[in-house]
Structures are given as structure tokens and as C-alpha cells.
């Protein structure tokens, strides 16, 4: 017997009835932010695999010497984007490691990755934006928490 989950969606509006008069400017000043953050030009695209947005948190975990077993404190960074092949993300500090499990939740429990950070840029906002490659799948830290 299969069973199916039914959602029933409902439009509620938060946002005050406006007079009309600032939407046009608003709606305006909107559109030009998305336009500078999603130009309509056609970029040669390096990358083989599709990258998915992943505005999710990610917790990473050093590894030991020996390459693949957690050691040391580990820290929260905002994921960017996630491909079959590796992981983009925020982060308000340098890492000082090249190899950390990434712990990303999924909807049954913690997935873990072994990642080669193999990236680094300090954007114009204080932050960093990294990334790497994943090496393989991994049992996460924090599967037991």
C-alpha cells in the first residue's frame, strides 16, 4: 500500500496594503539588486557539474594527520552552492586546514564528506568565501548527537 502526503498551500499576505505610490520605486530597487547579482549574460560556464544553491548550515571538522579522522574543534560556516563533486561557502575567519569533514544535515540525520578545501577569497564584506572538493563520503561527527 503506497501512501501519499497532500499539501494544502495558502497564500497568506504579511506585508500592509500600499497606497501604490513607493511600489514602483521599491519593485525598482529590487530588481536592479537582482539584476547585479543575476546578470542575463551568457558566461562560459568551466564547471562540468550543475552547482545548486545551498543556503544551509554546514558544520566542519578538522582532521588528523592521518588524513580522514576528526580532531580539533570544529566550526559553522553558511553553505553557497553544492555540486555532485564539491561545496562553496561563507565563513567569517581563515581556516588554517586544507582537509575537514563537512557535516551537512539531511532529512535523516548528519551526511558527512571528507573535502579538500582547495579555495580561498576574502570578499568585500569582511567574510571569506571557500571551497573544495569532495574526496569521499565519511561518517559525520556529529551522527551521535
Given amino acids: ?73 570544529g566550526l559553522t560556516v553558511v553553505g553557497k552552492h553544492l555540486s555532485q563533486r564539491g561545496l562553496g561557502f561563507y565563513h567569517t575567519k581563515p581556516l588554517p586546514y586544507r582537509r575537514m569533514i563537512a557535516s551537512l544535515e539531511s532529512g535523516n540525520g548528519w551526511v558527512g564528506f571528507l573535502i579538500d578545501l582547495n579555495w580561498c577569497r576574502f570578499t568585500k564584506q569582511g567574510w571569506y568565501e571557500s571551497g573544495g572538493r569532495f574526496l569521499q563520503a565519511v561518517e559525520s561527527p556529529l551522527t551521535n548527537r
Fill in 1 to 73: 500500500m503506497t501512501m501519499q502526503a497532500t499539501f494544502h498551500h495558502h497564500q497568506v499576505d504579511l506585508l500592509p496594503e500600499q497606497d501604490g505610490k513607493g511600489d514602483c520605486e521599491l519593485q525598482g530597487q529590487v530588481w536592479g539588486l537582482l539584476s547585479s547579482l543575476y546578470p542575463k549574460v551568457d558566461i562560459l560556464e568551466r564547471r562540468r557539474e550543475t552547482r545548486y544553491p545551498f543556503p544551509q548550515l554546514v558544520y566542519l571538522t578538522p582532521v588528523g594527520d592521518d588524513g580522514h579522522s576528526p580532531c580539533g574543534e
